[in-house]
């Protein structure tokens, strides 16, 4: 999927994108090459509602996403990924699960694509719900950018139901802006949340995915990563 570039855009706004997210942060390591397989496009959003009763799921980590590679990250970006992973569980509401997380290779955009989730019970997708409900919040980061963060509601859930939100970020600075959006979803048994960014060697052009967008990524990511349990 393609995203706007413009040329001449500060490397520090993709990076503080990222740290508006909350999940990791740039200069991930591989060695790994791939592809980019197409996001489904998004569904009827009435299919995110969370269904009273149905089967559990649970996630893991294929070696592959259709053609986006599974790899391994550098120390500080794994770090990063359990610092993202806790801020959701803060956002979720959710605590006792098992850790589960990955970083796909997306060579043909130069993006990283990221999957962190947790496997447990007693998960409340109301809980997502709630955390979407809250007003935008306005911040400045460590360089000085402006950085707006909103909460898109009720997006596509996919076969799977549960519930699926998306948070939103623009960051702003000298005169040129970047968008970005981190989903999340969550069913009884799973929670998941899929961002991207962008891999050191573009790390110079400003790059954008809608709430919109990026659902369609988390619905190709969240098919391969969820399967019900056996």
Request: hydrophobic share 35%.
């Amino acid at each position: 999927m393609s995203r706007p570039r413009s040329a001449g855009a500060r490397a520090a706004l993709p990076c503080a994108l990222i740290a508006a997210a909350a999940l990791t942060g740039c200069g991930a390591q591989s060695s790994a090459t791939a592809t980019a397989t197409t996001p489904q496009p998004a569904k009827n959003a009435a299919s995110a509602t969370a269904t009273a009763a149905g089967p559990s799921y649970v996630l893991s980590t294929p070696s592959t996403i259709g053609k986006w590679t599974l790899t391994t990250p550098s120390a500080t970006t794994q770090q990063k990924m359990r610092q993202g992973l806790s801020t959701a569980e803060q956002i979720l509401g959710v605590s006792g699960g098992t850790p589960v997380m990955g970083l796909y290779d997306d060579s043909a955009d130069q993006d990283w694509i990221v999957f962190v989730g947790l496997n447990g019970s007693g998960f409340d997708p109301a809980k997502l719900a709630a955390a979407a409900g809250t007003p935008p919040r306005y911040d400045t980061d460590g360089t000085g950018d402006r950085v707006t963060t909103t909460w898109v509601p009720n997006l596509a859930a996919g076969p799977h139901a549960g519930h699926v939100d998306c948070n939103e970020s623009v960051v702003q600075g000298g005169g040129l802006a970047a968008e970005g959006a981190t989903c999340y979803w969550m069913t009884s048994t799973t929670a998941g949340v899929v961002t991207i960014y962008p891999q050191a060697n573009r790390s110079q052009w400003s790059f954008g995915y809608s709430a919109q967008q990026m659902d369609g990524y988390l619905l190709t990511v969240r098919s391969a990563v969820e399967q019900v349990k056996g």
